[in-house]
């Protein structure tokens, strides 16, 4: 299995940027599509990225497009999101996510324990 951990995530103001990070272990991230959602308070969750298992192809929410970047290293076993020009709306527990069926993904194998990022106006 895949053990994924988010990190980066924080308080900033509206208009900042963060960068966060999703640390794979157990399995390589190579033969995986990834992905980042979010789940905002009394929201359901929402996928915001989207990227395939080469890195080649992205996929992003119309909500975050232009300002969010998703990328992927597999030989840090590692995937990013990007985050610029933050909105009080991309207030959420951000997820990373990784899936072993075709790119793009809606229901991925393995998730994230979340890391919870707040946008200040």
């Known amino acids: 299995q895949v053990h994924l951990v988010e990190s980066g995530g924080g308080l900033v103001q509206a208009g900042g940027s963060l960068r966060l990070s999703c640390a794979a272990s157990g399995r390589t991230i190579r033969n995986y599509a990834m992905a980042w959602a979010r789940q905002a308070p009394g929201k359901e969750r929402e996928f915001v990225a989207t990227i395939s298992w080469s890195g080649g192809g992205t996929t992003y929410a119309d909500s975050v497009k232009g300002r969010f970047t998703i990328s992927k290293d597999n030989a840090k076993n590692t995937v990013y999101l990007q985050m610029n020009s933050l909105k009080p709306e991309d207030t959420a527990v951000y997820y990373c996510?990784?899936?072993?069926?075709?790119?793009?993904?809606?229901?991925?194998?393995?998730w994230g324990q979340g890391t919870q990022v707040t946008v200040s106006s």
């Open positions: 996510a990784a899936c072993s069926a075709h790119w793009p993904c809606s229901s991925p194998d393995y």
